[in-house]
């Protein structure tokens, strides 16, 4: 990967992130946040693949994953975005930082710059590698199983909120209290096996598999989860209780009974 693309991606996600804070603060929606970072890091990520100027297929692969990827997740939260009021995520952040939420979001949105970053030199080492030919279609199936869970996810949430449920628990989230987040982690699984060489020759690979690890961490641990669950256990209270007993937080281990 030159260094040139990756410093240039750096102060692009910088930039990108910076204008999210802006047009939260100005719209009154914090969902555009998430809208402009996935549009973001796949530019930059599209951006540093084609730097390399390979036409392998790993490096073909991983630019139709990153690009289905950014796109549909970006549509996806800016159509849920422009009809629903503010994320209750960045709303309680925002109602917890108080009149410092304005410095405190510049800098949360810089931290997802960073995060988006690393992801985006992941996607890098995944599309400049030289693995087998089976590695490469079990990758690329991978990808694509977590893209269509994440969608099918996501649309059958969708349906539960116009049916007016006040939870969705049927389908995948009958196996997992956050399908589309586990999704979201196995596609950047199948990201990082892209770039794994079991041959020893690139083992610089190998770092790929920071961008499973650091988004199962953020996921699951920092701005996914702690924050949805929260506010699911406020606004849905004995409803979530009950769901959440049953059903498994991250991990699709097995259906419900619901």
């Known amino acids: 990967m030159s260094i040139w693309s990756l410093i240039l991606s750096a102060l692009f996600l910088s930039l990108a992130l910076r204008f999210a804070a802006l047009v939260q603060e100005r ?10 970072w996935s549009l973001s890091v796949g530019l ?48 309680a952040l925002k109602q917890e930082w108080g009149e410092a939420a304005p410095g405190k979001m510049v800098m949360f949105l810089q931290a997802q710059a960073l995060a988006g ?15 087998s030919t089976i590695q490469t279609a079990t990758a690329f199936t991978l990808g694509l199983v977590a893209l269509l869970g994440e969608a099918v996810a996501d649309e059958q949430l969708r349906r539960a909120k116009i049916a ?14 956050h399908p589309n987040y586990f999704c979201e982690w196995l596609f950047w699984l199948a990201i990082a096996l892209f770039a794994l060489d079991f041959s020893g020759k690139t083992p610089i690979g190998f770092l790929a598999v920071v961008a499973p690890l650091m988004m199962y961490w953020l996921l699951v641990h920092v701005s996914g989860v702690p924050l949805l669950e929260a506010h699911m256990a406020t606004s849905r209270g004995t409803d979530w209780q009950n769901y959440a007993r049953k059903v498994p937080k991250f991990w699709p281990w097995g259906r419900a009974s619901l």
């Open 27 to 36: 719209s009154g929606k914090s969902g555009w946040i998430d809208a402009i």
């Open 44 to 91: 930059a990520a599209l951006g540093v693949i084609a730097a390399q100027g390979k036409s392998s297929p790993p490096a073909i692969a991983v630019f139709v994953l990153i690009g289905l990827w950014s796109a549909r997740l970006m549509l996806h939260i800016a159509a849920r975005t422009h009809n629903m009021p503010d994320d209750p995520r960045y709303a």
């Open 117 to 131: 970053w690393i992801l985006v030199v992941c996607a890098g080492l995944a599309a400049s590698s030289n693995i």
């Open 164 to 177: 007016r449920q006040r939870l969705c628990d049927k389908g995948l989230w009958a196996f997992s209290r």
